[in-house]
């Protein structure tokens, strides 16, 4: 089994920057690739971004150019870097793992990150 742990959430004014951070614990050494989905209101719960060991981060199109992936397998961390942000980006983020090993896929409880115009 593997835990996630998120935080870094809160209300930021459009334009400013927050940085959320999750910590993996448990049976981390399954853990393939890592990353945030967000779920915005009234809308299903999408992909942000998301990286695999050792390979290249993949984004959602509508954050590309602000928003930063990055993880440390040492700390079994992700964290995700938001900059220049958007009263569109106001949703509850998850971190998200993909393990090799069932259940296969593994969320944190959520951060709410509010942007106001």
């Known amino acids: 089994q593997v835990q996630l742990v998120e935080s870094g959430g809160g209300l930021v004014q459009a334009g400013g920057s927050l940085r959320l951070a999750c910590a993996a614990s448990?049976?981390?050494?399954?853990?393939?690739?890592m990353g945030w989905y967000r779920q915005r209101p009234g809308k299903q719960r999408e992909l942000v971004a998301l990286?695999?060991?050792?390979?290249?981060?993949n984004y959602a199109h509508s954050v590309k150019g602000r928003f930063t992936i990055s993880r440390d397998d040492a700390k079994n961390t992700v964290w995700l870097q938001m900059n220049s942000l958007k009263p569109e980006d106001t949703a509850v983020y998850y971190c998200?793992?993909?393990?090799?090993?069932?259940?296969?896929?593994?969320w944190g409880q959520g951060t709410q990150v509010t942007v106001s115009s």
């Open positions: 998200h793992a993909e393990s090799t090993r069932f259940p296969y896929l593994y």
């Open positions: 448990g049976s981390t050494l399954s853990i393939n690739a």
């Open positions: 990286i695999a060991s050792g390979g290249s981060p």
